[in-house]
């Protein structure tokens, strides 16, 4: 019998293993530039002709290789970083598996100049499609040159696959942004045939390395992020303010262990965080290390290792939601959120030192003249953020007169507007309605717009979550009971939660077969169509025990309460009714978005209603 099976000759294989890890230029640079830094690099220059089609050359001033070495790194499996099984369960080093070069060797022109510090001199080599073709020793200085020429010249299939040059520059210009991110203390340099696109001198602190890459206007946007948790979980680096948002994930760079990782545990807890302070569809700017016992994370689940495992998903998860929602705290954005009363609870604590946003504002006086204790500027300062990036950026806000406000006053439209009211909303002066939908505001010299259908159900929504979370939503009792007749599914819904439902402040009654009782609701909520809320709310209710976070199903209740009874767009209000709700934003929270995440204000500076007039 002949024999079928052969085991495939070397090359072969590196051109399989090509196939997972060089996908195209920009993977050449990411494993080159992941080389560079494990032998210590200080200053790496990343020069590319063609979108790295025609060329990609890496050098760096790192440790170097020998003769020996030269040869060796071109083998498949060959690696200074590892030695035994114990090592691939505590890595410190970005690469690990052996097979970078090898498969960049099968596929291109390569040709690798090294010099380590003992020796004496360096060492040349030249690959062609896995074969060395010369070799020899060159005068060089300390560090490692890689060029790679042709890429895929000899795989025509793939060559086909690569796209414009400027669209391979792009991927490669995020490999380097990527790299550059965790290593602030290397410098790093990008140019495309000949002209500089990217030079960044060896920084000292994060902030100073995402100013020069991701621009420095944003990085007074930027909260400090520090926290650990027992067993040696650790976060730190910088989240923007939810005012400093981007129409997609392009910038939230996750890095765990020092490496580039775009994990679904990581985001989902990362946009948890941020729950309800940014609008639908809007994402942070993100420059997150995650420290963790390397013991405890798989990285090698995936070639490119852009992928991990965690041992233990949910700690991980809950300590980043919980660090990024206690960043953005004291920021103003959530200032008063889960703890706002409004029935006569105690007012929150101001929090302890307000977290500063770490660059230093330039030239602005609403911000410099604020002083640090005092628990108002926490409003000021969102406000002012908001307006900042809102509005025109140039253009400075005045926040005047701002001050929380200290009494709890009913939900109900006081009609009393006698009382000194000194927050930043109660300071508008109120013009009017327009359309019976919008409170036309003036604040200084700003036109100032609120949408009076998400301003009161976010000061629902708050009140009720505040409320909840105190054990006691506020219940209405109903003059006649509301009998409601359900089907036996929905019935036997009811009857499972009614704990649930009288902690969310309903009193329903069972009343024999499918028929219940309902006494009371949630005093915030008025008796308005309540079958059709109390039939939702048990729907949701059933969400609760079944599907993930308990938290997010809950925020969806009060979200779902919130919106049931509020004022609608489209009704007349008075101006104490207007002066009222103003007075009511003031008090739940500083948030600029609805819980639908619809923005409850917006400005236009007196500059941009000159410009619509060609007065300026
Ligand atoms: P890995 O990085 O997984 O070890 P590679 O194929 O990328 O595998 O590299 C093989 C080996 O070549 C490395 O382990 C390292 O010892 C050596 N090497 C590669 N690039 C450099 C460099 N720029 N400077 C020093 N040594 C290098
Ligand atoms: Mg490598």
């Not at 019998?1 to 000759?9: G, S, V, Y």
């Not at 609120?450 to 009140?463: K, N, T």
């Not at 009371?520 to 309540?530: K, N, W």
């Not at 079944?546 to 969806?556: K, N, Y």
Request: aromatic fraction near 6%; charge should be neutral; include cysteine.
């Amino acid at each position: 019998m002949t024999q079928k099976i052969q085991i495939l000759p070397e090359n072969l294989c590196n051109q399989i293993a090509a196939g997972e890890v060089i996908e195209r230029p920009a993977s050449v640079v990411k494993e080159l530039l992941e080389n560079s830094l494990d032998a210590g690099a200080g200053d790496i220059r990343v020069d590319v002709e063609k979108g790295g089609k025609r060329r990609i050359l890496v050098v760096d001033d790192g440790d170097g290789m020998g003769r020996d070495d030269v040869f060796l790194c071109l083998e498949r499996h060959a690696t200074s970083k590892i030695r035994s099984d114990t090592d691939l369960f505590g890595l410190k080093t970005l690469g690990f598996r052996g097979e970078a070069l090898p498969s960049i060797a099968a596929v291109s022109r390569l040709t690798v100049r090294s010099c380590s510090a003992a020796a004496p001199e360096g060492w040349e080599i030249y690959v062609e499609g896995g074969t060395v073709k010369r070799a020899g020793a060159a005068g060089l200085p300390r560090g490692t040159s890689m060029e790679v020429r042709d890429l895929f010249f000899n795989t025509p299939a793939r060559r086909k696959f690569l796209r414009r040059d400027e669209t391979e520059l792009g991927h490669i210009g995020e490999v380097v942004t990527k790299l550059a991110l965790a290593h602030p203390q290397v410098q790093f340099r990008l140019v495309h045939n000949g002209r500089s696109l990217l030079d960044v001198y060896r920084q000292n602190t994060l902030a100073e390395r995402v100013g020069s890459l991701l621009g420095r206007p944003l990085v007074r946007e930027l909260l400090p992020v520090e926290a650990q948790a027992p067993g040696g979980l650790k976060l730190r680096g910088l989240i923007s303010q939810p005012a400093a948002n981007r129409s997609s994930t392009s910038a939230v760079y996750t890095f765990i262990n020092g490496r580039y990782v775009r994990d679904r545990v990581v985001q989902h807890a990362l946009l948890e965080g941020y729950r309800h302070l940014l609008p639908n569809g809007r994402y942070p700017v993100v420059a997150l290390f995650l420290e963790i016992d390397p013991a405890l994370v798989d990285v090698n689940v995936h070639p490119t290792k852009h992928e991990v495992r965690f041992r233990d998903q949910r700690t991980v998860h809950d300590f980043i939601a919980a660090t990024v929602r206690e960043t953005l705290r004291p920021s103003g954005w959530l200032a008063a959120s889960g703890e706002a009363g409004g029935d006569g609870g105690p007012e929150p604590e101001p929090e302890a030192p307000r977290q500063q946003a770490v660059g230093t504002p330039v030239g602005a006086a609403p911000q410099e003249t604020v002083k640090k204790e005092d628990p108002r500027h926490r409003v000021r300062e969102a406000l002012f953020t908001y307006g900042r990036s809102h509005a025109n950026p140039a253009a400075p806000v005045v926040v005047g007169r701002s001050q929380v406000q200290e009494d709890g006053a009913p939900f109900v439209f006081p009609t009393a507007d006698s009382e000194e009211e000194t927050g930043f909303f109660a300071s508008l002066e109120i013009i009017g309605q327009y359309r019976n939908s919008y409170i036309l505001c003036q604040d200084g010299n700003d036109l100032v717009l609120v949408d009076q259908h998400a301003a009161h159900e976010r000061i629902g929504f708050e009140r009720l979550k505040a409320q909840y979370h105190r054990g006691r939503v506020e219940r209405q009792a109903l003059l006649f009971p509301v009998t409601l007749e359900f089907d036996f599914r929905g019935a036997a819904l009811l009857q499972e939660h009614l704990g649930d439902l009288e902690r969310l402040g309903f009193d329903l009654e069972p009343f024999g077969g499918n028929t219940f009782a309902l006494k009371a609701v949630p005093r915030l909520l008025g008796d308005a169509e309540s079958e059709r809320l109390i039939r939702e709310v048990a729907e949701g209710l059933e969400k609760i025990g079944r599907r993930g976070p308990v938290e997010e199903a809950l925020d969806d209740l009060f979200i779902l309460m919130a919106c049931h009874n509020v004022v609608r767009a489209n009704q007349r209000l008075t101006l104490p009714e207007m002066a009222a709700l103003l007075r009511e934003l003031d008090r739940v929270d500083f948030s600029a978005h609805c819980p639908h995440g619809r923005p409850v204000m917006t400005r236009l500076p007196l500059g941009e209603v000159e410009r619509m007039f060609k007065r300026s």
